[in-house]
């Protein structure tokens, strides 16, 4: 049988940039190109370095290191990794309040109900039922500083739990530097300094570097960063920015000592003009202070960072900018952006590894041969669009639904006019709870769920449906649940004599 690439006329594919999403990519596709017919080529100049933040994942980065094949606890220890069941919200939806967006499901459905149409009407009813976070393992597991694979196995409770991981963002390229040039990828260390075009349909012939060199190739992914070099400086691709709805422009970022055992969860803790990050690796914490420069300046997010934490820094703080948004074509021509020359979502939800991983994905699934069929280019962006749009509704709840008025940047963002999928969302489940999953959407119920009631949204009622069963029978077996879930988190070893016993290659140094 022949193989697609073998009938591609694709045979020089150039990726422009070693940060994540280079790495990632470069890795991925040599991975599965590997038939010897196609070369990879990535590109990176030491001189402008990666932006070298982006230290939290969330679950679906297990699929990415099975794609790969790659030894989770080799990948932990080589990259100073922890694992993460989830996220902490402190002071979003007022100050002093905090709750837990775990990874992972909510109890058991009971005679097809939804478990959270259940636990809805009891906790509306009743003032001894758990909260909710109390039927999610992942999130007891996380307050209870535990950690344990789940099971394969579906009646195990196990299996309910998810998990990613916290990594050092240096070490993780590195790893998939070492990975992907294993696998034949050809790295060059170089300046691009210019891209020519073809004249006939303005497709990327090739690249020119500072040296002089030109590298030429029939398929360009542009993993440059936020410049955009081929997607925007070369294709003009435009970008659609959202700051009206998502208005934090600014970051810095420091790292400090470790001190204590690393939780297995990342915390966001809310400020008066956007929020802080904290970040529990294995020899350090990654910390960092996202706002809005039109409420905060720079010193003061400074001291806000400083603020928050509880050893002192070990590194030089870095200052970024940014513009939340999108690309308006996220595969023009002969070349797709992957990563920051794709677009910008505050990294609130740890999404940006993600919108990676899912253009990879999208592109293998997409990937062209050497006519470039325009059917497949618009899938990928059509697809693409949709996941930041549902990402960025999702971003936007965070800073909608709060009870905050302690500082204009609150008043601000409470007031502001929210897209009419988000509303729609809200509305839905203020009514009778319900939430639904749209098309491949990467938050599911749980997620929604979680971040809904976490900012105090509660429905008027329930579904009727839960009317019909026994109200003493489902009460028992919530009960069941709960008890089961807090003895099986109980049970799991210390998140980090969990590390220490599976990933011990790299015990921190203390
Ligand atoms: P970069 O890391 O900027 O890499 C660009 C590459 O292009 C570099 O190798 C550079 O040398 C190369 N390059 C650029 N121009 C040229 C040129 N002319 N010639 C040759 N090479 C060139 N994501 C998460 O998932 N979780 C998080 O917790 C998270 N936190 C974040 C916090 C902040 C403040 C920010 C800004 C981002 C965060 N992200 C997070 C996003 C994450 O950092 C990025 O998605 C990820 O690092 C990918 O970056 P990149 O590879 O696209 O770009």
């Known amino acids: ?24 990519t470069a890795a991925a596709l040599s991975r599965l190109m590997r038939n010897g017919h196609s070369s990879i080529t990535l590109i990176e100049s030491d001189e402008i370095g990666a932006i070298g933040v982006g230290e939290a994942t969330i679950p679906p980065i297990t699929a990415f290191n099975k794609l790969l094949g790659i030894d989770e606890n080799d990948f932990v220890a080589k990259t100073q990794a922890t694992f993460k069941l989830g996220i902490e919200f402190v002071d979003w939806t007022r100050r002093g309040h905090r709750y837990i967006h775990p990874f992972g499901e909510y109890g058991l459905d009971i005679e097809a109900v939804k478990f959270y149409q259940i636990w809805l009407k009891l906790y509306s009813l009743e003032d001894d039922i758990p909260y909710i976070d109390e039927f999610n393992l992942s999130a007891v597991a996380a307050k209870l500083e535990r950690f344990l694979k789940p099971s394969t196995d579906p009646r195990s409770v196990m299996s309910s739990l998810a998990y990613a991981f916290h990594f050092d963002a240096t070490q993780y390229a590195a790893y998939l530097r070492r990975y992907a040039e294993a696998r034949g990828v050809k790295r060059i260390e170089g300046k691009v300094v210019d891209t020519t075009l073809r004249s006939e349909d303005g497709f990327i012939e090739a690249i020119r570097l500072e040296s002089g060199e030109k590298i030429g190739g029939e398929f360009f992914i542009d993993c440059s960063g936020f410049r955009g070099l081929l997607i925007e400086q070369a294709l003009h691709a435009g970008y659609e920015s959202w700051t009206r709805w998502l208005p934090c422009d600014r970051a810095v970022a420091a790292p400090s000592e470790r001190v204590r055992d690393p939780i297995p969860y990342t915390r966001a803790s809310a400020h008066s003009a956007g929020w802080r990050w904290r970040i529990p690796l294995q020899h350090r914490t990654g910390n960092g202070c996202v706002y809005c420069s039109e409420h905060m300046d720079d010193e003061t997010a400074m001291a806000q960072l400083v603020a928050g934490l509880d050893s002192p820094l070990t590194g030089e703080p870095r200052y970024l900018k940014f513009t939340a948004g999108r690309r308006k074509e996220f595969w023009k021509k002969n070349c797709v952006a992957i990563g920051l020359s794709a677009g910008f979502l505050e990294p609130l939800e740890s999404t940006s590894i993600h919108l990676i991983q899912a ?75 319900r939430i639904f999953r749209f098309q491949d959407e990467l938050f599911g119920e749980s997620n929604w769920l979680s971040v809904l009631l976490g900012q105090n949204i509660r429905p008027r009622t329930w579904d009727p449906f839960v009317d019909a069963l026994d109200y003493a029978q489902i009460r028992g077996q919530l009960m069941r649940m709960h008890a089961l879930i807090r003895s099986t988190a109980e049970k799991m070893p210390r998140h980090q004599a969990y590390i220490d016993r599976f990933c011990a290659a790299a015990k921190p140094v203390r």
């Open 1 to 24: 049988m022949t193989d697609a690439l073998s009938r591609s006329a694709i045979r020089r594919i150039v990726i422009i940039g070693g940060g994540t999403a280079g790495w990632m």
């Open 359 to 433: 253009g990879v994905s999208k592109l293998i699934a997409l990937f062209p041969d050497g006519e470039f069929n325009p059917i497949e280019r618009d899938e990928y962006n059509r697809l693409t669009a949709l996941q930041f749009e549902q990402i960025r509704d999702f971003l936007i709840l965070h800073y909608h639904a709060t009870e905050r008025d302690d500082s204009e940047f609150w008043r601000y963002t409470r007031s502001i006019p929210i897209p009419e999928t988000l509303k729609a969302k809200i509305e839905l489940f203020r009514s009778k709870g």
